[in-house]
T-cell receptor, first 111, second 115 residues
């Protein structure tokens, strides 16, 4: 069974601190990795995509991928109350059209 | 503005009725997807289509049907055979260019409630 696992949280982080979200996956053939942010009652919106081992930075967000250990993480620097949401990790295998989603981590930024 | 639209935003259905959820995109994306999200759960794939006039079942296709007669449109019908249809339904699309990005982008969703 191919799975993507995330800690459901809630994860509480003080405003201005770094929030660290983690995701592990079971399919070693996974090639594409995505982080989506979902506000309550809304649809997911793409935050980051990453395809190669290492770090990828975009503004306050950094995605980290380690294929050998089969994990992908998302760091949010200088956390803001507006970052409070559920973060979904999604993984896609080579030659597979389907994304497999984790159940999401609920993040709360405390002012 | 380019994007994905879904209608209606909220839909109420009586047991035994079929309902059709609309999904339209003007992004010129080849691939389109339907997901279902239940509280506290991840997204589960219902159907997907990579090209016009072709579609494949996802992980939970039973009780649902789709069509892809136009590139821009991928409607989902929730039939009376779906035993627990109350959920948040999300449509997504992807450009699917060979060697290019395969990111999926989501519409705003339709919340279906069975009365």
């Amino acid at each position: 069974q191919k799975e993507v696992e995330q800690n459901s949280g809630p994860l509480s982080v003080p405003e201005g601190a770094i929030a660290s979200l983690n995701c592990t996956y079971s399919d070693r053939g996974s090639q594409s990795f995505f982080w989506y942010r979902q506000y309550s009652g809304k649809s997911p919106e793409l935050i980051m995509s990453i395809y190669s081992n290492g770090d990828k930075e975009d503004g306050r967000f950094t995605a980290q991928l380690n294929k050998a250990s089969q994990y992908v993480s998302l760091l949010i620097r200088d956390s803001q109350p507006s970052d409070s949401a559920t973060y979904l990790c999604a993984v896609k295998s080579f030659g597979n059209e389907k994304l497999t989603f984790g159940t999401g981590t609920r993040l709360t930024i405390i002012p | 503005d380019g994007g994905i639209t879904q209608s209606p935003k909220y839909l109420f259905r009586k047991e035994g009725q079929n309902v059709t959820l609309s999904c339209e995109q003007n992004l010129n994306h080849d691939a389109m997807y339907w997901y279902r999200q239940d509280p506290g759960q991840g997204l589960r794939l219902i159907y997907y289509s990579q090209i016009v006039n072709d579609f494949q079942k996802g992980d939970i296709a039973e009780g649902y049907s789709v069509s892809r007669e136009k590139k821009e449109s991928f409607p989902l019908t929730v039939t009376s055979a779906q035993k627990n249809p109350t959920a948040f339904y999300l449509c997504a699309s992807s450009p699917r260019r060979p060697g290019g990005p395969d990111t999926q982008y989501f519409g705003p969703g339709t919340r279906l409630t069975v009365l």
